[in-house]
T-cell receptor
């Protein structure tokens, strides 16, 4: 079964500092990878996705992530965070076909708190 | 375009009572998902519909949970009777046909927060 591990449950950071949220997945086949953001009392919003092609993926709000197949990782980065980036971030994986068609498996989430 | 609509936003019930949640997906989206998100955890898929047929309900506790998708559009998720451990946010998501579905791109509603006392 596919699984996703987000290595940090909470990440505090000061405004304008860089941040990296770590995500590792387990898979022996091709995958699609996603990062979602969830603001308080809201649903999940897609930040970015890796489907194929370039391993560096750029998303909304200045976020980017790099797919590393050998390390089965998909870490999320932002060079300079804002107070408004405070939210919970979820990494998700889906197998590219087979019986897992259409299924997303989520990590447990990382709460990013940006301090002034 | 309008997003995924869910109601109610909040619900408080006592254990052993029943409750129902409603979801209206994005217009034209053939696939609909219900997720359960317990505090401190990522969303867990409960059931997936393709049009009005069930594709996957392997993680749905069928002794107490049921779901239906009327005419392949709106969907309701019901819990009867509710237990304390059902306290969670219930998220609905939808996905269009074709290439987007194959890439599993899903669009989420704001969720219904259920508290079972």
């Amino acid at each position: 079964a596919q699984s996703v591990t987000q290595l940090d449950s909470q990440v505090p950071v000061f405004e304008e500092a860089p941040v990296e949220l770590r995500c590792n997945y387990s898979s022996s086949v091709s995958v699609y990878l996603f990062w979602y953001v969830q603001y308080p009392n809201q649903g999940l919003q897609l930040l970015l996705k890796y489907l194929s092609g370039s391993t560096l993926v750029k998303g909304i709000n200045g976020f980017e992530a790099e797919f590393n197949k050998s390390q089965t990782s998909f870490h999320l980065r932002k060079p300079s965070v804002h107070i408004s980036d405070t939210a919970e971030y979820f990494c998700a994986v889906s197998y590219a076909g087979g019986t897992s068609y259409g299924k997303l498996t989520f990590g447990q989430g990382t709460i990013l708190t940006v301090h002034p | 375009e309008a997003g995924v609509a869910q109601s109610p936003r909040y619900k408080i019930i006592e254990k052993r009572q029943s409750v129902a949640f409603w979801c209206n997906p994005i217009s034209g989206h053939a696939t609909l998902y219900w997720y359960q998100q317990i505090l401190g955890q990522g969303p867990k898929l409960l059931i997936q519909f393709q049009n009005n047929g069930v594709v996957d309900d392997s993680q749905l506790p069928k002794d107490r949970f049921s779901a239906e998708r009327l005419k392949g559009v709106d969907s309701t998720l019901k819990i009867q009777p509710a237990k304390l451990e059902d306290s969670a946010v219930y998220l609905c998501a939808s996905s269009p046909k074709g290439l987007a579905l194959a890439k599993n791109i899903q669009y989420f509603g704001a969720g219904t927060r259920l508290s079972v006392l």
